[in-house]
């Protein structure tokens, strides 16, 4: 997979503030990368450095052409700047019709009048929009506004696409309906795309690629499911709302072992990290298995007595929070919940594998 642009050594600052530093990060060509982060990590500042909009305060970007940001005149801006799309959580309507609103870049960019109304036609139909061709664009809903929005900037045809919180204002059909639109016309047509978002959940279902961003600062890149299971830092494993991110000390070793001190309990994980090291352990509720009590937990080396705290329904699936001799939520189907009589007060045995267990450094923050 090649790589459409990549950054090297970003930073910038307001004042004395520093927003973002991103030492290096590489956008690949042909795939929808999420960039998720907390209110004010410096996303937006990220987006608007790489669309030309913000000059930064040190760092370089090398584009598709080759070209450099330190190096760029004016003429290579604008070429850059054509051939990428942004955007925004407002869709931004000009006071015109929809069809003008989607022929305008094209106007600008003096495509023949046959070209601008071939492409509005085929793009009024992409998106199912047929029918309000001929409205006001400002009469529109929220979620057509954006569906229009997108429309604007996909027939330029852009090499990339950016995308800043565009479904933050939208109710949820809404940015059900938008995203799948997002994923079908990017994929049909190869646009790469740079997404961002602070809510990890929104963007998961067609990100091929998560970035997450902390106080300015690229933690962790890499395929979903691997940031996921495999956070890098506990500030990862926190923004990505990891339920049990259990803070303990390695108290040995044994081989390739770890053993754990979490509360009053022992806890075994597969880590290279010595013993006396403070560290968070992340378990994932979907790999705590309840058995009844004193029934053996197979082939996972940790074994504790659970007592069930609380019990909630999380729609298909239940959550449950027990004391292990220290708070452990497992996640079980409702099926489970009824035939193995789980409700608060009862008990049980949680069996985890030392496989299933993350460990990582203590850094006394998250």
């Known amino acids: 997979m090649s790589d459409l642009l990549s950054v090297e050594g970003l930073h910038q600052s307001y004042g004395e503030r520093c927003v973002l530093r991103v030492d290096g990060f590489r956008l690949q060509e042909g795939r929808i990368t999420a960039l998720v982060g907390p209110n004010g990590a410096g996303k937006s500042t990220f987006l ?44 931004l309507p000009f006071r015109r019709t929809v069809r003008e609103n989607l022929a305008y870049g094209l106007k600008v960019r003096r495509l023949s009048r046959a070209e601008r109304e071939a492409r509005v036609e085929e793009m009024l139909h992409r998106l199912d929009l047929l029918e309000y061709a001929e409205r006001a664009a400002h009469t529109l809903s929220g979620g057509e506004a954006q569906k229009m ?39 049909e047509d190869g646009v790469t795309v740079l997404y961002v978002s602070h809510d990890y959940h ?68 597969v880590c290279d990290l010595p013993a006396g090291s403070r560290v968070k352990v992340l378990v994932h509720p979907e790999e705590v298995v ?19 705290m609380e019990v909630r329904d999380m729609g298909s699936l239940v959550r449950v929070t027990m004391d292990c001799g220290f708070p452990l939520v497992a996640h079980v189907t ?17 069996a985890l594998k030392a496989t299933s267990l993350h460990v990582m450094p203590f850094s006394g923050r998250s």
């Open 290 to 308: 309840l058995l009844p009590p004193g029934e053996g937990a197979g082939s996972a080396r940790n074994s504790l007595a659970a007592r069930v």
């Open 48 to 91: 608007r450095v790489i669309n030309l909009l913000e000059k930064p305060a040190g760092g370089e970007i090398v584009y598709w052409d080759g070209s450099r940001l330190s190096s760029l005149g004016r003429r290579d801006r604008r070429k850059l700047s054509r051939e990428m799309a942004m955007i925004f959580q407002d869709p």
């Open 202 to 269: 929104e963007v998961l279902e067609i990100a091929d690629v998560l970035a997450v961003l902390v106080d300015g600062e690229l933690l962790q890149v890499g395929e979903p499911g691997e940031v996921f299971a495999r956070p890098r830092s506990e500030q990862v494993a926190s923004f990505l709302g990891s339920e049990n991110l259990l803070e303990g000390v390695i108290e040995r070793r044994v081989e390739e072992m770890g053993v754990i001190r979490v509360g009053r309990a022992e806890l075994e994980a």
């Open 149 to 187: 929005a997108l429309g604007r900037a996909m027939i330029l045809r852009p090499r990339l696409l950016l995308l800043d919180e565009p479904l933050s204002n939208l109710d949820l059909p809404s940015r059900r309906e938008l995203l799948r639109l997002i994923s079908e016309l990017v994929r």
């Open 334 to 350: 409702r099926a489970s919940r009824e035939i193995m009589g789980i409700r608060p007060g009862s008990e049980f045995t949680a």
